[in-house]
Each structure stands twice: as C-alpha cells, then as structure tokens.
T-cell receptor, first 112, second 112 residues
Framework: KAGVTQTPRYLIKTRGQQVTLSCSPISGHRSVSWYQQTPGQGLQFLFEYFSETQRNKGNFPGRFSGRQFSNSRSEMNVSTLELGDSALYLC???????????FGPGTRLTVT | QQQVKQSPQSLIVQKGGISIINCAYENTAFDYFPWYQQFPGKGPALLIAIRPDVSEKKEGRFTISFNKSAKQFSLHIMDSQPGDSATYFCAANPGGYQKVTFGTGTKLQVIP
C-alpha cells in the first residue's frame, strides 16, 4: 500500500511569490492535515481537511490556505511568501474516525 | 503557548542502554498521546501511542508510561541500538480532533 506522497519534494521561491504544495493521502484515508516544521518553532499544526471541508485550523495567518478535493487529495497555498516561511511542510493522513496519522516525506520550501 | 513540554533536547546513550524521554502537558482535553520517530530527510513515523485510561503500554523495545494526575508521560527505549538514533517527538490530541500539538523533539544518539 502506497504511503502519503507529497510534491514537489523541494522548492525554492522568492519573497513575495506564492506557492502551492500537493499531498496525496493513503488510499482510503479521508482526513488530511498539514504541519509546518522549522528548527525554531518545531512542528506546528496548520489545518485539517475532511470530506473537502476544513475541520480544524492552527494559529497561522490567512496567507496560509488549503483545500481538499473529492478524491481526498489536498493542496496548501502560501501567498506573499516571507523569509520566515522557509520550512519543511508535512502532510499527514488518517482514516475516518481514527486518530493515528501517517506522515508524508514533506516538501522543503526555501524562500530567498 | 507551548502546551507539550519535552525533555531532554538531546540524549546520548550507549548501545544496549535505556533511553528515556519525558513530556508534560497542560491541556486536560488531550486524550491521545502518540510518539513519533523522525529520521533526517523523512517525515515523522508513528511509533507508539497511549490513551489516558492506561498507565503503561509496551510494544517491543518501546514503552510509554503515563501519569494522568501529574499530566506527564514518557517514552522508554530498552536495549537501545544505533539504528534508534533519530529525533523523537511526543504529541497530544484533544478528543475527536486531529489538531495535534507536538513537543519540541529529542535528538537521540546511540553510540556503539
């Protein structure tokens, strides 16, 4: 069974640009969560989607947004990139009604 | 506000020894406490998890001890091996939600 896949794996953007990251959950998993990982702040919850609806949201500015498609694939978008947005962005999926989350390898975003 | 405090930040253990990582939480709404293992360049992988209705859970060489009254839980790695060298994160979920709060991580190095 394939795991969570994230594309692209690496990305370099310039300050002020926007970026879209993609996540494909494990087959049968309908919940997708996004996290930001940085050396300074650690792992922080961004948001969770279930059945195309945002169910939970962390404490991030509105520049961070996401969506989920009918096939459970999810995208997150960051607009007006700042240097501080440089991070590893992780996606995790889980089955409906279960708490166990399975993470993808992440997308390493560098903002210059 | 950091809701899950993890210590130590780093740990060096001899091969065959016991590695112990501690976490403390504040939010009594948390009811699921997973531990994740992360290798460089990879996403976190679920290692073991516990709910507050049990005081201990063991899976192979990994044991979680949970003290509900003290709001503390710990991970014990018995017979530590060089392959266990990784960063370990404790985490906590509130009931019914995937809004996971992570500890700051412990970098474990097991030396031969």
């Amino acid at each position: 069974k394939a795991g969570v896949t994230q594309t692209p794996r690496y990305l370099i953007k310039t300050r002020g640009q926007q970026v879209t990251l993609s996540c494909s959950p494990i087959s049968g998993h309908r919940s997708v969560s996004w996290y930001q990982q940085t050396p300074g702040q650690g792992l922080q919850f961004l948001f969770e989607y279930f059945s195309e609806t945002q169910r939970n949201k962390g404490n991030f500015p509105g520049r961070f947004s996401g969506r989920q498609f009918s096939n459970s694939r999810s995208e997150m978008n960051v607009s007006t990139l700042e240097l501080g947005d440089s991070a590893l962005y992780l996606c995790a999926s889980s089955r409906q009604g279960e708490v166990e989350q399975y993470f993808g390898p992440g997308t390493r975003l560098t903002v210059t | 506000q950091q809701q899950v405090k993890q210590s130590p930040q780093s740990l060096i253990v001899q091969k065959g020894g016991i590695s112990i990582i501690n976490c403390a939480y504040e939010n009594t709404a948390f009811d699921y406490f997973p531990w994740y293992q992360q290798f460089p360049g990879k996403g976190p992988a679920l290692l073991i998890a516990i709910r507050p209705d049990v005081s201990e859970k063991k899976e192979g060489r990994f044991t979680i001890s949970f003290n509900k009254s003290a709001k503390q839980f710990s991970l014990h790695i018995m017979d530590s091996q060089p392959g266990d060298s990784a960063t370990y994160f404790c985490a906590a979920n509130p009931g019914g939600y995937q809004k996971v709060t992570f500890g700051t991580g412990t970098k474990l190095q097991v030396i031969p």
